[in-house]
């Protein structure tokens, strides 16, 4: 029997691949996006996240991995990261280079490293091709250059690694693949909300355990610190944060009714009400995620797109975001619709000029300490980029057709040969 597949959706206005030139073009912009934001970083303190970073660091020095996640839960980074925090540390001690511009160096570097990389990985695949424009919208991306260039946290590094783990996908390295993904959740543990992605994917090529091996190994030499000196304290400090009630989304809202139940504007100490919502809205997205992950797990060079869509989800759906987030994404939604990619990205500029420019106090900016005080400035800004990612959800959906969205479709890693292409065909139809 013949399988039916679903028409091909296009990615963006164009499949024309790039000439050296508009390729030299996308690299300058690339590069020049990082001086921009090395100069940020050299002249600026950033967020609150960056003492916060700075504080841990010390705590870590003073008293090693275990006493940081003694702190609670404002310490949910994973123990790599703090390792990270005492190497800079230490060479910020010696007097030469501030410690906020060593801790964002990383992430500025990370950003330049995936323009490159999705450079390479595209040039020879044509469904995977953009324009030269989109090319140069993202390598001059507003969003990277004020969570990486200002903010100071991790993010952008953790998404070069998923970035990687979804090239090797589609080179068909399930090793490689599994030693990125542990790279990413050693980086942050965010990384677990797509993970399911990468898993079934392997599944579905029979390579599953080859790449969870991978992935499990390397986690496992992160982790074993921890693990040995303090496992309850430092798991439920890692995979316990909601991130904050009240600024984004479902619970914005909520909050917006001016039920005292769902007043509070924290991630401590919520009510019974905003726990259960909290709670409930965690199960929905890991379900729904886990449903696109199976359904979608035959796709190949696909894995973008629904990686795409698994951020987009929990966007829709989570309990709180912060505003350096919102780098999770843009790169997976390049690949899934430009006009979905533009519109996040205009709408998540928009909010974020105004959450920093209202915590740093206006412009100039150089210090931003995220108060209670500033939120109501900066909270109203949020529902744009929520609204972008669930109607651009149900816009997807709509336009692609449901089965789409969930597809069984099977497409060939690409270093599969021609012959083994043909055989396999021949017995899905019954040859």
Known sequence: MMLTKNPPLPTGPSRAPLSSQETLWVILAALMACVAKLFCAWTTIGTNDVTSFYHFAKVIDLGGLKAAYELGPVFNHPPLVAGFLLVIWQIAETGVVAFPFLLRLPSILADLAVVLVLLRFTAGRPKLRLPFGLWLVFALSPVSFMVSGFHGNTDPIMVLWLVLAAVMCSKDSPTAAGLFLAFSLHTKAAALIVAPVYFFFWWARGRAFRFSLTCGLVLLVGWIEPLMTCPALALKNVLGYSSYWGIWGITYWLMMMNIPAFQSISFTNLSAEQTAVVTALKLIIMGTILLLAWRRRKLSDGIFTTVALAWSLFFALSPGVGSQYLVWPACFLLFSSWRWFMVVMATSTLFQFFFYNAINGGMPWFYGNSSAAAS????????????????????????????????????????????TKKTRSQAQEGV
Do not use: M
Request: proline share 11%.
């Open 376 to 419: 109501p400035l900066w909270r109203p800004w949020t529902v744009w980029p929520w609204l972008a990612f669930s109607l651009g959800l149900i816009w997807y959906w709509k336009r692609s057709g449901s089965p789409k969205l969930f597809s069984l479709e099977t497409v060939e890693p690409d270093n599969v040969s021609a012959e």
